[in-house]
């Protein structure tokens, strides 16, 4: 029994691992994201019925030289693309009434034996 719940919650952890959301609840209230080779910033602006989201980050191989996304969201948009740079990750932009969230997840294949 012990071996069951000790797997299950290595499972619950492990998931977590592979994605991971930042919610912005209110304009100007900025966030970061910290993936295994990516940061990013994110914060929006109210645009006259649209948010303006403004995402700025970097990536392992040039810490140097910030990248920026600017997009704007109407009420129930959502778009997921990866990043010039970034491999293996889908980062998906969604708006939900008055929040909007950033979501980064791991893709490929993972195998696992015993």
Known sequence: M?????AAA??????????DTVTLAAPMAGATLHESDVDMSVYWTDAGGAYALVTTYVIDEAPAEPARLQMHLAEGDS??????GVQG???TFARDGGT??????????DVASN
């Open 100 to 109: 909007v969230s950033v979501t980064s997840a791991r893709l490929g294949v």
């Open 89 to 91: 990750r889908l980062f």
């Open 79 to 84: 778009v997921s693309f990866g990043l010039p």
């Open 2 to 6: 012990k071996r069951i719940l000790t």
């Open 10 to 19: 290595l499972a619950l952890t492990a998931s977590h691992a592979f994605a």
